[in-house]
């Protein structure tokens, strides 16, 4: 029999009787140890079976913008901070890595525009509603169900997925939800609400509000995004002990996983160099004197790539001039130990939230109370957290409260700078050159990272296995693996 024939045989023997045979090891380059980086790691792992070598490259702390902040002796969450009941990856993540929920307490919350109170919440809720109720007739509500269809929309993507479905872009990735997701990133949240047929004091001052507390931007912002902001609210919750032990746990219990504390500088392009390997990632030494380079098979990126971060990866030897333009939002985030002081903002009593639908005039977005990661009992005096565009001054926090024990200050590129303009797409770059962040452009949330990791792992396994040399079928029943399992 010739080796051609047997080959065949085999192959159909394989798929015949479901023998396994064993795959090559992929050498894999994940750069960004976030919650995108991190997803991606777990998911690509699980469909390889830890067939696979990685080296996950992070500069600076695995987790990325999930951070927490020690003030007076207790830990605060920094960065990405709220988890939507309906988020299903980290809710699974949460069960798999042994994790706990901690749920958000009831807060009281008024929305501010540097003159007075538009909306303040009551104690009770039968009178917020009615509050609502006379200020905005009932469109809340009618907003309010617009969102809960699309969530409902939206949380196809599990089953997609489950079924092994991976999108090479941001748009084919939203149509398979929904087709007219993609053109909701075309217009904005203003005009598409006004289309709608609300008011120009709910989109002014309610949704306003929502966007600037999410996002730290205004109506401007394209409507899918404008949405999702909408969904920030329900029975809310975050990980006891910091939504960066998700990252964390998943980078450190999947095996055969080192993480490189380096900064990656170039990806050189291998195709036309007679070299088996595909991609030459250049990296420098923990005190950056030095470059080093290693070869790799697969490389994802998981960190944003706009002329405006701090590290510019240089890309070599692409036929694609690869360029990602728009910019990030910077969110300036104080911390304050303190009394808030109600005078300062025209209060008889203390609210545990204030929201701006104005921040030019107010010079903040939000200012809200914080429980600690550990949920323990507030002290006081309590600690407050407060969302800017700019540096607060000390003059300001000064006349905000009183009492001030300790002031700590993280800048962050929190997330994109959104317009109506799509200002990249792709998930997939080259042949095993993949971007996970491609899905900021969309919304910027942990869900939407963790969705984003598992499709370009879906996207690099069924790659991977098709250079390898498997037929479609093969392939489509390895990526479904993890469909049977409710534990990922």
Known sequence: MSRYAALLVLEALTLQLGISVEKPAPHVAIIGGGIGGASTLHFLSELLNGNLEIDLYEAKTVGGRLATIKIDGDEFEAGGSIIHPKNMYMQRFVKLLGLEHSFLDDQKYGIWNGDEFVFTESNWSIISLLKLFYRYGFQPYKLKRHVENMIEDFVKIYDLQDAGQSFANVTDLLSAMNKDFPNLLQISIRDKLLHMGFTENLINELEQATIITNYGQEVDVHSFVGFISWAASGDLWTVKGG?????????????????????????????NINNSSRYEVTYTNKDGTDSITSNYDIVIIAAPLTKDQASQIEFIGFPDNLMFPGSYQITHVTFVKANLNPKYFGLQEILDGILS???NKTKISTVGALESVDGLVKKNPRVWKIFSRKPVESSLIHDMFSNVIEKKEIAWKAYPRYSTNLNFNNFKLHDA????NAIEWAASAMEMSAIAGRNVAILAHNDFLQMQGLNEEAIKDSTKKLHVSTEL
């Open 243 to 271: 939504n960066k032990r998700v990252p964390e746990h998943l980078v450190y219990r999947t095996k055969n996983v080192n993480v490189m504390r380096n900064r990656v500088t170039k990806i050189r392009n291998l195709a």
């Open 357 to 359: 639908c104005n921040p």
């Open 433 to 436: 050159l993949y971007y996970v």
